[in-house]
């Protein structure tokens, strides 16, 4: 009997154990999770604040590189260092330094960083003798332009005698400097032609080209042909420089009238002086027509 109670009490000593064992246990899982929880709070807190600090780092430095462009900006854009105090032309031939300039306008004291240099060029190009241009900044203060001119290729005549270039744009009235240049008469029943506009009627250059190959041919070396005339049938009058002897020719059949001619040429070489015109215009026939000494 003793022995028996005994043992029940060494039992229930024991479950005494073992539920301080769980409580022991229960409250070290409770403090773990507690721990874990504010490590967890401890790393979003940290995260959140490196977080920010990189936000306002990059804000800054965003905000530092828009106050140095600013700045920037209004420095070289302001500052008197970039005000252009020399523009220099270089290439024109005949067009006068001052006559440039003025078309060119204003460009002294503007800045450089803000000057429009396609704005400068489509300026100047407009000017009848101007073919093309290049505008090119020399920093810190300097402009250059180079200005490439059209060439005076042949006279026509219209309301009255101009200059124009192998293009048939209208250059200039006519000046005494380019009296040596060939003539060339067309109708003409219009007002007075603009400057830099194409005027001349479109077979001129090939009438030119023809009036060119004719006098490379000895029968004309000692009396050049100098006009070239178009009337109102469509025809080119070549004249030569002292007047005496005129070759018509159809404009469109010209280069053939100019074999016709070439066929013929030698029979005509010893008695040249008294021709006073050569037609070519006829198809399969030259007319030569000499002249009558009364």
């Keep these: 009997m003793s022995y028996a109670l005994k ?11 073992l539920r301080l064992q769980k409580r022991k246990k229960r409250k070290k899982a409770q403090r773990g999770t507690a721990s874990s929880a504010d490590n967890s709070l401890y790393l979003t807190l940290s995260n959140f604040a490196k977080s920010m600090l990189e936000w ?8 530092a590189l828009v106050y140095g462009g600013v700045q920037g900006y209004q420095f070289f854009t302001t500052s008197p260092q970039f005000e252009i105090s020399k523009v220099t032309l ?15 306008g204003s460009v002294t004291g503007k800045n450089i960083f803000l000057l429009n240099l396609q704005d400068l060029s489509s300026r100047l190009v407009r000017h009848p003798w101007v073919q093309s241009v290049s505008v090119r900044k020399v920093f810190p203060r300097d402009i250059e332009v180079v200005v490439t001119e059209k ?17 048939r ?4 009235p006519e000046t005494e400097a ?7 008469i067309q109708p ?26 004719l006098n490379e041919m000895p029968f004309f070396a000692d009396n050049p042909i100098k006009i070239s005339e178009i009337d109102d049938f469509a025809r080119v009058i070549f004249t030569t420089k002292n007047g005496g002897l005129k070759i018509f020719a159809s404009l469109e ?42």
């Design 253 to 294: 059949t010209i280069d053939q009238d100019i074999k016709d001619f070439q066929v013929i040429l030698e029979t005509l070489k010893k008695d040249k002086n008294n021709i006073e015109y050569i037609d070519l215009s006829f198809k399969d026939r030259v007319i030569v027509k000499k002249k009558s000494h009364l």
């Design 151 to 167: 060439k005076p290729y042949a006279r026509v005549k219209l309301d009255e005698i101009y200059v124009m270039d192998n293009f």
């Design 178 to 184: 380019y009296r040596h240049l060939p003539l060339i």
């Design 56 to 63: 306002f780092t990059k804000l800054l430095l965003t905000g």
């Design 188 to 213: 003409w029943s219009g007002g007075k032609p603009k400057l830099g506009e194409q005027a001349a009627l479109e077979g001129v250059i090939e009438s030119l080209k023809n009036m060119q190959f």
């Design 7 to 17: 043992d029940q009490k060494k039992s229930s000593g024991s479950f005494r154990v």
């Design 169 to 172: 744009y209208l250059l200039s």
């Design 90 to 104: 270089l290439g024109q031939r005949t067009l006068p330094e001052k006559e440039l300039r003025a078309w060119l």
